[in-house]
C-alpha cells in the first residue's frame, strides 16, 4: 500500500535571516525546507508557489474532472443531432486525460 501525503491545507513559516522556508502542515509538522543560498526571497516565493499548487490540487483535477465528462457530453449530444463529433476538441480531452492520469498517478 502506498504511502500518503501530509494531508492539506499546507502553510508556510517563516525562518527570519535564514536562507530557507518553511512548508508545515496546518498542524505545525514540518514539510519541507525550501532553500536558496543566496536569496532567500527566491527561497520564499518556491515555497510559496508550492504551497498554492498542493493547496489547489484536488480542486483543480475535480474541476478538470467535471469539464472533460460536460465536454463529452456535448460532444455525444453534437454527435446525435449533427452526425457528427467536435472533433476539434479532441486534442484537448486527450491533453486533460493525460493531464488527469499524471495527476492521479496512472
Not at 502553510?11 to 514540518?30: L, M, V
Not at 475535480?62 to 449533427?82: F, H, I, M, P, V
Amino acid at each position: 500500500m502506498k504511502t500518503k501525503h501530509t494531508p492539506t491545507l499546507w502553510t508556510q513559516y517563516i525562518a527570519p535571516k535564514q536562507f530557507h522556508a518553511g512548508i508545515c502542515s496546518t498542524n505545525g509538522d514540518q514539510i519541507a525546507f525550501v532553500q536558496n543560498q543566496k536569496d532567500y526571497n527566491i527561497a520564499n516565493a518556491n515555497a510559496e508557489f508550492i504551497i498554492r499548487a498542493v493547496n489547489s490540487h484536488d480542486a483543480l483535477l475535480e474541476n478538470l474532472k467535471a469539464c472533460l465528462k460536460r465536454l463529452r457530453e456535448l460532444d455525444r449530444k453534437l454527435l446525435e443531432t449533427n452526425k457528427m463529433p467536435f472533433e476539434c476538441e479532441l486534442g484537448e480531452v486527450t491533453r486533460a486525460e493525460k493531464a488527469i492520469a499524471q495527476a492521479e498517478e496512472k
